[in-house]
């Protein structure tokens, strides 16, 4: 009975450190996943002179799954069922410092606002701005995610090791 309890208690240690790692991990998808919206927008303004919501539509399934719901809360305010605000545009959404919550902000309060060149301009300015954050979050992931989970490993076998 008591190994089945030590056993228990190294596996949750392990899962937490799990989850830990995993939020790195989400982390770092999502600013990729801004990044090649950025880059989308700016092919599709330009060339094709999509709609917003068109764009929003046409996502891949692994990039909408990324954003984590975002596009859904900006197309929501697109078809005028929602406002545009902070929290509403960011439910759900825990992994997010405020910084980075501020600066995604602008640019969906940015996008639909100006011409088409302005527009343009102000996307690769939020894409180098998004590029940055991505490229600290993967850092962040690599050096934090993988420590999680060791974390949680050395927790679990420091637990058997004191019961035992």
């Known amino acids: 009975m008591k190994i089945l309890l030590l056993s228990f208690m190294a596996c949750v ?3 937490i450190g799990y989850i830990f790692s995993r939020k790195y991990k989400i982390r770092s998808n999502f600013f990729q ?3 090649m919206l950025c880059q989308k927008f700016d092919v599709e303004i330009n060339y094709s002179r999509e709609r917003l919501k068109n764009i929003f539509n046409n996502l891949d399934e692994k990039q909408k799954r ?3 719901g975002i596009d859904n809360n900006f197309i929501s305010f697109i078809n005028k069922e929602t406002p545009l605000e902070r ?3 960011f439910k759900n959404i825990r992994f997010l410092k ?3 919550k501020d600066v995604i902000f602008m640019f969906f309060k940015s996008l639909g606002r100006s ?3 302005s527009q343009s301009k102000e996307i690769k300015n ?3 701005r998004f590029e940055a954050l991505s490229s600290s979050a993967n850092s962040e ?3 934090y995610g993988s420590l999680s989970i060791k974390l949680g490993i050395v927790a679990g076998l420091v637990i058997i090791v004191l019961f035992i």
Do not use: C, G, R, S
């Open 13 to 15: 240690t392990i899962y």
């Open 98 to 100: 405020d910084e980075e």
């Open 33 to 35: 996943a801004l990044v």
């Open 126 to 128: 939020y894409q180098t």
């Open 87 to 89: 929290e509403f545009l």
């Open 66 to 68: 990324n954003l984590h």
């Open 115 to 117: 011409d088409v060149d």
């Open 141 to 143: 992931n690599k050096k």
